[in-house]
């Protein structure tokens, strides 16, 4: 039982910048890795950013440079700094969690933060 909770998505000019914010409550000992995905309308849901325990990073190639996972263990909160925005970033925003026995992608959601990202 993991809750996840996102925050700071909106609008944004092309070339800007956000900072998503994921808190998770519950049974984050049960945690092994936490991850931000995004989907468009019509699309399948993608990876964007995953992080390990052992703070092991991977991104998608196309925010390689822009976009920064990072996490406060003291505050059970994953981020994502996003920069330099540009509109096929516009998408809904999903925090997962990974227990123990889950394969990346499956596991607890958040229930999303929309970006848009306008030209």
């Known amino acids: 039982q993991v809750q996840l909770v996102e925050s700071g998505g909106g609008l944004v000019q092309a070339g800007g910048s956000l900072r998503l914010s994921c808190a998770a409550s519950?049974?984050?000992?049960?945690?092994?890795?936490m991850g931000w995905y995004r989907q468009d309308p019509g699309k399948q849901r993608a990876l964007v950013a995953h992080?390990?325990?052992?703070?092991?990073?991977n991104y998608a190639d196309s925010v390689k440079g822009r976009f920064t996972i990072s996490r406060d263990n003291a505050k059970n909160t994953v981020y994502l700094q996003m920069n330099s925005l540009k509109p096929e970033d516009t998408a809904i925003y999903y925090c997962?969690?990974?227990?123990?026995?889950?394969?990346?992608?499956?596991?607890?959601w958040g229930q999303g933060t929309q970006v848009t990202v306008s030209a």
């Open positions: 997962n969690a990974q227990g123990d026995y889950d394969a990346i992608g499956q596991g607890y």
């Open positions: 519950g049974s984050i000992d049960s945690i092994k890795a």
């Open positions: 992080i390990t325990n052992g703070a092991g990073t």
